[in-house]
């Protein structure tokens, strides 16, 4: 058995992405990636892993503050609407409110053939739902 341990990084202590980083760095270096990367939090797990690769224990994880990289606002509205054609564009709480505005500019603007993206803002990037397939998953009792 070899213990890991796997840095990752996130920009809040609740409720935001984690991006894996390494099992092979040092303190240090995976200090100065979060620095590089603008991470405001480092993530330690520490894990204990067999001679086949199953992991056999998890310890908790460790968050440390990043010295020298600010504190990111939250987001409010994490869902945006922009066309394509103009410059319309307007940013919305919900998903059903951007999809709404998605449509409702598409038919005022049907003869001019104007189309509408929907975006969704994460903590690093935007991501376009019309590349994202959605997965319903059903919690069933036994």
């Known amino acids: 058995m070899r213990n890991i341990i796997r840095w990752s990084l996130t920009t ?3 409720d935001a992405d984690v991006w894996h980083l390494s ?22 797990r520490r894990l204990l ?11 908790r994880k460790s968050i440390l503050r990043v010295p020298g990289v600010p504190l990111r606002a939250p ?4 869902w945006h609407a922009e066309c394509l054609r103009c410059e319309c564009r307007a940013q919305f709480q919900s998903q059903m409110d951007a ?23 994460t903590d690093k ?6 590349d994202v397939a959605d997965v319903e998953i059903v919690n069933r009792k036994r």
């Not at 303190?27 to 330690?44: C, D, G, I, K």
């Not at 892993?49 to 310890?59: E, H, K, L, M, N």
């Not at 987001?75 to 994490?78: E, F, H, I, S, V």
């Open 75 to 78: 987001l409010n509205y994490r």
């Open 12 to 14: 809040a202590v609740r």
């Open 49 to 59: 892993v067999t001679r086949d690769g199953r992991v056999a224990r998890i310890s």
């Open 125 to 130: 990037s935007l991501i376009d739902m019309a």
């Open 99 to 121: 999809e709404w505005w998605r449509d409702i500019h598409e038919f005022e603007n049907y003869s001019d053939g104007h189309l509408v993206r929907v975006l969704l803002e």
């Open 23 to 44: 099992d092979s760095l040092t303190f240090q270096q995976a200090l100065a990636e979060a620095q590089r990367e603008n991470f405001p939090y480092l993530v330690q």
